[in-house]
Every structure is written in structure tokens, then in C-alpha cells.
Nanobody
Framework: QVQLVESGGDLVQPGGSLSLSCAAS????????MGWYRQAPGKQRELVAR???????DYADSVKGRFTISRDNAKNMAYLQMNSLKPEDTAVYYC???????????????WGQGTQVTVSS
């Protein structure tokens, strides 16, 4: 069993910044990629950013240049620094972690409970 807990969501004005954290715990042998996804009301969940075990990153076009994903492998944590926030960034943000098993030949995806980010107008 693996648990992910996000924190840091808040209400912020357009142009402001927030930093989200994701802590993984439980039966972890090796965490592969970690990612941040978001889901706005009435919309599908979408990838915001992801980061591999060796810190290669990928971002949605809508957040490039504004958001930065990072991780601390020793602490089993991931972070999302969000700058220049826009109203369209308003969503519930979810942390995802891919847990590798059997030397990386098998993986399982886990999700956090989500944290609300609201960018007011």
C-alpha cells in the first residue's frame, strides 16, 4: 500500500505564486516518474507536469515557463512551483506516483486526494 498526500493549495490572485508538495509513504521500493495533474470543474483531468527518477521533465504547453516540477528522491517527495498564475489554472491538483516493482519491469500508479488551487479574478 502506498499513500500520497498533497498540500499547498490555496486561494491566490492572478499573477501570484503557489508551491505544492506531494509526500509518498508506504510500501515503496522505487518511485519512477511522478507527476502533477489537474481537473477543473466540467473538464477532464489533464497532465500538468511530470518528472522522472533522474529528473527529466515534461510540461503541458499551457504551463511552460510558469510552472516548475521537482523531486527529492531521498524524501519521496515531489513539488510544483507555480508562478504567474492565471484564472484558468484554477483546479484540483493531484499528485501521481509510479511505483516500480520487480526491478522496474512492473509498475503501479497511485494518486493523492487532491488539493484545491483557486486563482481569483
Amino acid at each position: 500500500q502506498v499513500q500520497l498526500v498533497e498540500s499547498g493549495g490555496d486561494l491566490v490572485q492572478p499573477g501570484g505564486s503557489l508551491s505544492l508538495s506531494c509526500a509518498a509513504s508506504g510500501s515503496i521500493v522505487s518511485i519512477g516518474a511522478m507527476g502533477w495533474y489537474r481537473q477543473a470543474p466540467g473538464k477532464q483531468r489533464e497532465l500538468v507536469a511530470r518528472i522522472t527518477k533522474i529528473s527529466s521533465t515534461d510540461y503541458a504547453d499551457s504551463v511552460k515557463g510558469r510552472f516548475t516540477i521537482s523531486r527529492d528522491n531521498a524524501k519521496n517527495m515531489a513539488y510544483l512551483q507555480m508562478n504567474s498564475l492565471k484564472p484558468e489554472d484554477t483546479a484540483v491538483y493531484y499528485c501521481n506516483a509510479r511505483i516500480d516493482r520487480r526491478g522496474g519491469s512492473v509498475y503501479e500508479d497511485y494518486w493523492g486526494q487532491g488539493t484545491q488551487v483557486t486563482v481569483s479574478s
